[in-house]
Every structure is written in structure tokens, then in C-alpha cells.
């Protein structure tokens, strides 16, 4: 099987997107699939056992003009056109030409070499989604990747994201899920939500989880701030402003408040960006020596360093009905064997997986119950009986690059 994939970003340390689609792209390789990689990451990137062909942005564009155009007008305007021009367009001038780009990086190349063509974005981009739509010779073999809800009004609540030209956003995708012969989600969850909008969503919808990171742990050392053989609980991700850390915090206060022993040898340990809730957040986290806060982004390598060495691993959600997204992380946290502690929506996919009576979990703001899961925890961890649950570890097969490999060939037959 030979597979031809339009990346947007195969760069890890550029999004969560670009990790999934590098792990993707990985597990691909370790199968044995033939693949050529086209990406648009603005830089060379290596891939084991693949030479990936790096799309330079298209400068003989009429859009590549429109866009310096605009960014020299803004400049001596001082105002934004941005927001104007996409409701008018649907889409910024950067948009058309970054898609042009790929369009015709891909035009010369022949559809009767490939089996399939899997296009791979980043956040609410799918600029790679809206090159194939230039190429109908490919549609009869294109799987689009789904990696979460587009446009960004259908979001489940509380997201209320309303992005300029939404109309135009929608027709777009909408168009995609007509014109694509399969569209491949990291979630079964996120197929069902997607047919409220088009039944093409679910009629031609597979299932490709987020693949775990292949590569060794080679020179990542640990933190300052991090003790091993503590009971380190780690929240390591973006704090978007739909994921409250706040009750998290005054349950872990409330954890310590009971537990006063663990004082010692307890850190909440909370990794990423968080800008919505600061300063708010760094005060609180330093009111207490058990209270770790570290505002950026760290070194990818170190994070999984961190995840595989924590006691507990957690996953943070919105307060919601319902949540159809899987972390990026997951994967990793999975192949990590530690415990993961599960603040979200019952109906979600990363309780759909863990299974209906996984135990380490909570509704994202009930703080008695996130306590009690916390002491539990200590306990178990305190007398040595910390154990991964079965539906943990039936998941390894979920995400090896075996499954995958099932999937595709399928497709092809």
C-alpha cells in the first residue's frame, strides 16, 4: 500500500497538531505503508525511513501580494483589516495563498501511484483539506483527518468561538465532507458529534486515534522542582479558558488539608500556558510549597520525561454535557502506565475509553469528589498498591500501529 500525505505541520514542538501528525506519520513508517510526505512546517524536518518534501510558500501568487499588501496598509493605517476581509472572503488573503501553495505542489503529481492521499492540519486551519478540494483527480482516494470540530461555532458548549466568515467556513467543510471518500476522526465520539451538522460526517467515518511518541527518552533530564519518588500529580497542557484549574486546586488544598503528612512529598504540578487565568492562577499556586506552577512551554521531551515519571497523570476538560475531543497526550499517557486521573463529562471520549466504571474521575468542578479521588490515590500510592485498572491496559492495542495499518488496508479493499 502506498500512501501520498499533505501535512500542515509535521514539526513537534510547533502544536499539539504537530505532535499527533508526526506520532501519526511514525506509526504509518513502523507498519511498513509507503508513504510520501509533503508538509508545510516552514522548515526541514526528518523523519525516520521517510525523506518528507518541504512545500515552500508560493511567491508568483496574486494572494501572496494581497497579503504583504494588507500588512503594509494595517501598518500605516494602524488598524486591523483582518476581520473585515474574512467575512467579506471567508478567509484571509495568507489562507488562499498557502493553499495554492500545496495546490500546486501536488498538481504534477500522479493520482495512479498512490492507493490514498490523507490530508493532516493544525487547529482551525485545514488548509490541506482546502487543496485537495482544488484537485478533483484525488477525491476518489482522499481520507480527510478530522482532529476537532470545524468550524469553531460547532463547538460543543461552553465553547462559544464564532470565527470571522463562519458562513463561508461552513460551505467550505460541508463541501468537504461531500467531496472526500472517507473522514477520519481521532474519536469515535467526534464522528457522532460531527453528524449534527452533515450525515456525510458519520456515513464516511473512520476511526484513527492519536498515535503514542516512538522516540526514547534520550538526554531529557529532570526539573529542578521534580522529585521522582514524591507523589507527583501532573497537569501538563494548554489551560484554555473552558478548562478551570480553580476547582482542581482547592481540591488538592483540601487533599492536603486532610492528608496533612503528604505536605512533604505532594506536588500538583500544573505545565502549559494558561493566560486566561492569570495572574489569578500563579497567586494561587504560590500560596503553597505543594503548588507547582510553570507558565510556558516546556521542552516536549521533558513533559513526556515528567508523564512517565509522575504518579498520577491528569486530563483536564470543561465543565460540559458532553466532550468528543482525545487529547493529543493520551496516547503517551497511556503507554506512560501511570494512572490517569479523568476530570470531564461522563459522556466523553476519554471516559468512552477508559470505560463506564473507571473510577479515578470527576465531573471537572466537583471538588469533594476530585478530593476523595485524591486521597485514595495517596493511599494507594502511600502502601504500595497503586495499580493501573484492566480497561488501561486493553487500550495498547487500541494505539498500535497494527490497528492503524487494519484500518487503511480495509480501505483499500
Known amino acids: 500500500m502506498k500512501i501520498l500525505i499533505l501535512a500542515e505541520t509535521i514539526d513537534p514542538s510547533d502544536s499539539s497538531a504537530g505532535k499527533a501528525n508526526y506520532a ?26 521517510v525523506k518528507p518534501i518541504l512545500i515552500r510558500e508560493r511567491k508568483a501568487d496574486l494572494f501572496y501580494w494581497l497579503s504583504r499588501g494588507q500588512r503594509v496598509l494595517q501598518r500605516l493605517a494602524s488598524r486591523n483589516f483582518s476581520r473585515l476581509l474574512e467575512n467579506r472572503f471567508g478567509f484571509s488573503f495568507t489562507f488562499f495563498n498557502d493553499v495554492n501553495s500545496m495546490y500546486y505542489a501536488l498538481k504534477a503529481v500522479s493520482v495512479n501511484d498512490y492507493d490514498l492521499v490523507l490530508t493532516l492540519s493544525k487547529g ?16 476518489k482516494k482522499w481520507l480527510a483527518y478530522i482532529h476537532d470540530p470545524y468550524p469553531f461555532q460547532w463547538y460543543p458548549k461552553p465553547y462559544d468561538w464564532i470565527q470571522p466568515g463562519y458562513l463561508q467556513k461552513e460551505k467550505f467543510f460541508e463541501k468537504v465532507a461531500q467531496k472526500a471518500q472517507w473522514l477520519g476522526y481521532p474519536s469515535k465520539s467526534l464522528q457522532e458529534w460531527m453528524a449534527n451538522f452533515d450525515p456525510n460526517f458519520e456515513i464516511k467515518g473512520i476511526v484513527l486515534p492519536h498515535q503514542p511518541s516512538k522516540e526514547a527518552l534520550v538526554g531529557a533530564v529532570f526539573p529542578n522542582f521534580f522529585i521522582p519518588q514524591h507523589f507527583n500529580v501532573l497537569h501538563a497542557g494548554n489551560l484554555l479558558k473552558q478548562r478551570d484549574p480553580f476547582p482542581l486546586i482547592q481540591a488538592w488544598n483540601f487533599f492536603i488539608k486532610k492528608c496533612p503528612e503528604a505536605k512533604g512529598h505532594a ?32 521542552d516536549y ?30 496516547p503517551n499517557l497511556i503507554n506512560a502506565k501511570r494512572p490517569i486521573l479523568h476530570l470531564g463529562p461522563e459522556k466523553s471520549e476519554v471516559r468512552r475509553l477508559l470505560g463506564a466504571d473507571y473510577r479515578y474521575a470527576s465531573d ?9 479521588r485524591l486521597i485514595e490515590l495517596y493511599d494507594c500510592w502511600r502502601e504500595n498498591r497503586l495499580q493501573l485498572p484492566e480497561t488501561a ?21
Not at 272 to 277: A, C, K
Not at 364 to 372: E, F, P
Open 24 to 49: 501519526l506519520i511514525d506509526s504509518l513508517v513502523i507498519t511498513g505503508i509507503e508513504l510520501k510526505v509533503y508538509h508545510y512546517s516552514y522548515k526541514e524536518h526528518e523523519l525516520q525511513d
Open 124 to 139: 482551525a486551519s485545514y488548509r490541506t483539506h482546502a487543496a485537495l478540494l482544488k484537485l478533483p483527480q484525488w477525491h
Open 267 to 298: 506536588k500538583l504540578l500544573l505545565i502549559g500556558p494558561g493566560g486566561y487565568h492569570e495572574p489569578q492562577l500563579s497567586e494561587a499556586c504560590g500560596e503553597s510549597s505543594t503548588l507547582y506552577r510553570y507558565p510556558g512551554s516546556m
Open 301 to 330: 521531551d521533558t513533559v513526556r520525561l515528567l508523564e512517565h515519571h509522575s504518579t498520577i497523570n491528569v486530563i483536564l476538560e470543561a465543565v460540559a454535557e458532553t466532550s468528543p475531543f482525545l487529547p493529543a497526550k493520551f
Open 364 to 372: 471537572a468542578d466537583n471538588v469533594a469528589v476530585i478530593s476523595n
Open 393 to 413: 491496559h486493553d487500550l495498547d492495542a487500541y494505539f498500535h500501529p497494527g490497528y492503524l495499518q487494519d484500518i487503511l488496508h480495509k480501505l483499500k479493499t
